[in-house]
């Protein structure tokens, strides 16, 4: 039996993401070659999320890459966003900086005044969303340049509220947080309990190779309960999503669930080819659909704060009950590449309302181990599973189960994601 469950383990391909966002989220760095040097350009839009009140500033550092020190610069700037040219103007940095003060106003015409740092007020930073940046590097210590030039990729982040009815006709509001781009169509319905949203994207190769990861969430109330089902799947334009695309966070937030849409580079290709051999040639933004599930198919995933290791987890039998032997499975691996991570040394720790229950200190030479525990009739309730300090990092995660035979077969699962004791991100799931 354990041999077929390592088989399972090592045999098992979970798509991860590599980070949260998608292009830069609020900051992006392009390292070049210019000449004989290595310089990089950091581009960075303050606040990283967007509010109407906030004071918004555009700061642009040009640094040589092997000294880090920054070099001064002739940069010529085009601003675009939603299709639109904002501005296209050449600016000198100081001391490698750029700093421009932007003013948001409903003047339509675009006004650049002063030197350090600029200002430029007119109908620009007005709204959240993917911003674009194609500059040249006209001259770098007064020595001039010819074709440097790049673009990059710059994302406000922008909330969307929805105010909606469920099958009751109680009103709900269901909020989208998107780390892409604005989004530009809502819908439930309460007669299918699904979710539709709709988002602009360019499926070009040139711009998925810009795009790490596109990242959506989607928060509702928990006390909607038409919506607080044991599991989701999803669909863009269509294609299915794989099971990793689509995460539960009931932690963040206490009194909201988030469903979280990653969507990482290689899944994005992914998308493409499939809805090429589906026949759609020139696909036309991203539909994201969010429909309800039955049944959680192990494992359940999360990942350490800083993302770099991701626990899989799973259990039989599914039910965990007092009295009878519980097989916890798990393996490790790279948070970025979903690689298995062999020679992983971890803490497994079982705790009940802060007391340690069962601990195991082990090392998994293939991947993945497995640790057996049997619950007492008193140890019924909420149970928080740790991995800590993996790999001697001192990094860890946390699932949180509630094994709960007095309420009947169902079990409450929640992911979180900790530091030594410190929860950073849960994401929760349930299932039958």
Do not use: C
């Not at 109908?123 to 020595?143: M, Q, T, W």
């Not at 929805?162 to 009751?168: C, L, M, N, R, V």
């Not at 992983?344 to 525990?373: H, P, R």
Request: net charge negative.
């Amino acid at each position: 039996m354990k041999n077929i469950i390592f088989i399972i383990l090592i045999s098992s391909i979970i798509l991860s993401a590599a980070n949260a966002y998608g292009h830069g989220l609020g900051l992006e760095t392009i390292s070049l070659n210019v000449e004989d040097r290595k310089i990089s350009v950091t581009t960075q839009i303050i606040p990283t999320e967007f509010s109407e009140s906030a004071q918004k500033q555009i700061v642009m550092t040009v640094t040589d890459s092997l000294t880090t020190q920054n070099v001064d610069a002739v940069l010529l700037v085009a601003l675009h966003h939603e299709g639109s040219q904002i501005f296209r103007e050449s600016f000198a940095t100081t001391n490698g900086i750029l700093r421009i003060n932007v003013n948001p106003t409903d003047d339509p015409e675009i006004k650049i005044t002063g030197t350090d740092p600029i200002q430029i007020s007119g109908p620009i930073l007005n709204s959240g969303g993917l911003y674009r940046f194609d500059v040249e590097i006209k001259s770098l210590d007064s020595s001039e340049l010819q074709n440097q030039a790049f673009s990059t990729y710059i994302t406000s982040i922008t909330n969307h509220y929805y105010d909606e009815q469920g099958k009751d006709g109680t009103p709900v509001e269901f909020r989208v947080k998107s780390y892409y781009d604005k989004v530009s169509g809502f819908d439930y319905s309460p007669e299918t309990n699904s979710i539709t949203l709709e988002m602009p994207f360019e499926w070009s190769e040139q711009n998925i190779s810009h795009t790490e990861v596109v990242h959506e969430e989607i928060h509702f109330p928990k006390g909607f309960s038409d919506f607080m089902v044991p599991s989701y799947s999803g669909t863009v334009n269509g294609i299915d999503l794989f099971k990793s695309s689509v995460t539960i966070d009931d932690y963040s937030i206490e009194d909201e669930r988030i469903v979280h849409f990653v969507l990482t580079q290689d899944t994005i290709r992914y998308l493409k080819q499939a809805q090429k051999s589906a026949g759609i040639e020139n696909p036309q933004g991203m539909k994201f659909e969010l429909k309800v599930g039955e049944k959680l198919v192990f494992p359940v995933i999360a990942m350490t704060k800083d993302e770099s290791l991701q626990v899989d987890m799973s259990w039989e039998p599914e039910t965990i009950e007092p009295g009878k032997n519980t097989k916890f499975i798990y393996t490790f691996r790279d948070g970025k590449t979903g690689e298995l991570l062999r020679n992983t040394s971890y803490d497994f720790v079982i705790l009940q309302n802060g007391k340690e229950l069962y601990k195991k200190s082990a090392n998994a030479q293939i991947g993945g181990d497995f640790a057996d525990y049997t619950f007492t009739e008193s140890q019924k309730g909420q149970t928080t599973i740790q991995f800590n300090n993996l790999r001697g990092t001192g990094q860890g995660t946390e699932f949180t189960i509630m094994v709960v035979p007095e309420f009947g077969p169902l079990v409450i699962l929640i992911l979180g994601s900790a530091v030594a004791a410190t929860i950073i991100l849960g994401r929760s799931v349930f299932f039958q």
